[in-house]
């Protein structure tokens, strides 16, 4: 609402059970109406406040019932892309192999372990794609 962004449409859509997202709004004690009326343009806004429910097990683990945020997950996005040979298993000796898999391992296990030196559980990533062998 901030940004003074919202499409009126989205009111008109229902959840899996049919129930729209303005009978939801009221459900909840809110006004839908007003949700357009209370868009704010920014220019005049200093920060704002945001209440959160932890999606991790940091607080639980420490016994901390609140905490203050002091920063948010940043994305960055690369394509990395392993190229190998396929190869007969059996007769090529391991050190004449250009597997694919191996070295995507090799980078995933580096990765890792780099992420766990900068910073502990402040840096966190994940992959989302497997290695190929080019089969030419």
Known sequence: M????????????????GVTM????RAFGGDPDALVEAARDGTNLLGYFEVHVEQGP????????IAVVTGTMGESRVKIEFLGESDHAGIVPMTER????????EFVLAAEEMAQKVSGWSRRWT??????????
């Open 2 to 17: 901030y940004a003074g962004v919202f499409d009126t449409e989205l009111l008109s859509y229902k959840d899996p059970n």
């Open 22 to 25: 303005v009978d939801a709004v």
């Open 58 to 65: 940091i607080l639980e683990r420490l016994a901390l019932p």
């Open 98 to 105: 250009k597997d694919a898999l191996f070295a995507a391992a």
């Open 127 to 136: 992959k989302s794609r497997s290695a190929r062998t080019r089969t030419t």
